[in-house]
């Protein structure tokens, strides 16, 4: 937007907290002397420190030609010739009006409403629209300084003004034209001071939050979005050192907008405050959890058993390959369970493949509440066949817990009829890797473990099953 665009939309005048002193910096007037204050404490613009103000100073005492001064009321007592002809007056017609008179109302309400809530602050990249007599309109930029007297009260400012831009009703129409593109733009944008309150704001914006442009001009947007003030103040400190502020996302009424922060300049560079860019991103990131949730899922189904829920065999592998390296470095033993379905095949034919999945959903179930301390992992390793892997926990304690696997199995009371329990029953088969044994190097890979539990698992089976067996630490096979 060019910068007669943007004066149509706000004005940018100096944000200072007062904390005045008067400095030895006179103007003579009619006799008296007025005495020009600085503002030295927390100064809108990063360069206006005191040395910031003192240039400012500078520029209007050097300037003349430029020169304009006001009242406290904002009716002009002076103005340069080369002012009076950017404005087609006579100063006649100038001195003693406001400076609201030669505006549209419009304009002049807004100008007015902006300088009222500054008062007594010097400010810098103001920029007005002011009515030729011939129709035409001129946008000028202005910098001023108040001037108070001895007691401190405000009297008036004083300050130099030029043309941004001078342009008749058909040159215009391009202006006009973009301020419709802001206010009618789909993104929410909006023009926010040193200070902190609306300059301005588009259509999309305002409805946001239920209101009106006109409504958020002037008012703080921290009333509207509790702890904006903090990142206004971060923003502006990164934009006053040359650095870009990163996009960030702000969730509003369940809604999240991605907000993009720019510097907005006057015509001598300064950072005057933020024009900001809200795009509703609610159904990006709606598709962006739907997207990750998704993934969770599949990374699940990728490790786990479509139908009982326990980890599948590749996550067994896996997981055994990690705790078997990790009892060898801390030198802990790690037992495995190999538990199988007794008769599983007899209890299909006899009741059915739909019973049959219930039945190993039951048995799944039933282990994880045996087996449910921290780090141990339950898995279906293959039709009726599942396996524990129990890190910490030496042969005495695996086959305690293989006992209240099969007791646990047995208060279940799972009709058999093929079976000559009666019920269901399970076999398991126990293997334990002890790296304090003598024969550990016989089992320190997960295959070997895998191998030495699946021929306990064989003992058990030929032992008449519903039964529990183990590898000793001697390589011997024997039941609990």
Known sequence: MDRAAAGQLSLWPSSLHAVRERVPCEQKRGGSVTKLSHITRRPMFPVQTKEALDRLQELIRTHPEWRWQVDKNYRYTDLAQSLLYLLGRQRDDVLGKQVFHFMAPEEAARVSRLLHAKSGWPYSGAI??????DGTTVAVESCAMPMHDDSGQLLGYYGIAHAVAHFDPMESESVYRMKAIYDTAPAALCLIGRDGRYLAANAAYASIYGLSSEALVGRKMEELQPGASDFIRKDLKCL???????????????KVYQVSVKPLLNLMGQ??????????????KRAEQELAETNRRLEHYAMHDYLTGLANRRHVDNVLVEEVGRALRVRHPLSLLMVDVDFFKRYNDRYGHLLGDECLRTVAAQLKSVLHRHGDLVGRYGGEEFVAILPGTDAVGALKIAESV???????????????????????????????????????NARALLYVADQALYAAKLAGRNTVYSHSSEGELFNA
């Open 271 to 284: 950072v005057t405050g933020i024009t900001t860019a809200l795009m509703d991103i609610t159904e990006r």
């Open 240 to 254: 006053d050192a040359g650095v870009d502020v990163p996009a960030h996302e702000i969730v509003h009424h369940s």
């Open 406 to 444: 099969l007791a646990a199995t047995a208060d279940l009371n799972t009709p058999h009829e093929e079976s000559e329990y009666g019920r269901i029953t399970l076999s398991i088969g126990v293997a334990t890797l002890d790296p304090l044994s003598s024969s550990w190097h016989m089992l320190a």
């Open 128 to 133: 007005s629209h002011h009515l030729r007599p």
